[in-house]
């Protein structure tokens, strides 16, 4: 695809939403967990990458940690590694569960 990919968008009827940039590292936890630690900038300009600045001034980080996909049956030896994991880090960072819904990206369209 060549071209404006906002502009295209746009022409279908998107609406733009957000924007924003995460920065930051991965990392694979017992080939089980997807461990990203990252920090999130806002764009001070649309589009223009040069402007970024932090979105939270604090310089706080953001620690992610996903499981890969599995089968049912190893959903609870799963949460037992997340909780295991969980406790490594206690008084390090505060990790938390985040129900799935919350993380949905939802794209408006207008007519």
Not at 84 to 109: A, R, W
């Amino acid at each position: 695809m060549k071209g404006d990919a906002f502009k295209y968008m746009s022409n279908l009827g998107y609406t733009f939403g957000f924007e924003y940039v995460r920065k930051g590292y991965a990392f694979v936890y017992k080939d089980m967990f997807r461990v990203t630690v990252t920090q999130i900038f806002k764009f001070e300009s649309p589009h223009d990458i040069s402007t970024l600045s932090l979105l939270d001034p604090t310089n706080t980080w953001l620690v992610e940690v996903s499981s890969i996909s599995i089968i049912q049956e190893a959903v609870a030896k799963t949460v037992e590694e997340i909780n295991s994991f969980k406790t490594l880090f206690t008084g390090i960072v505060d990790l938390g569960y985040v129900d799935h819904l919350y993380l949905l990206n939802k794209v408006t369209y207008r007519s």
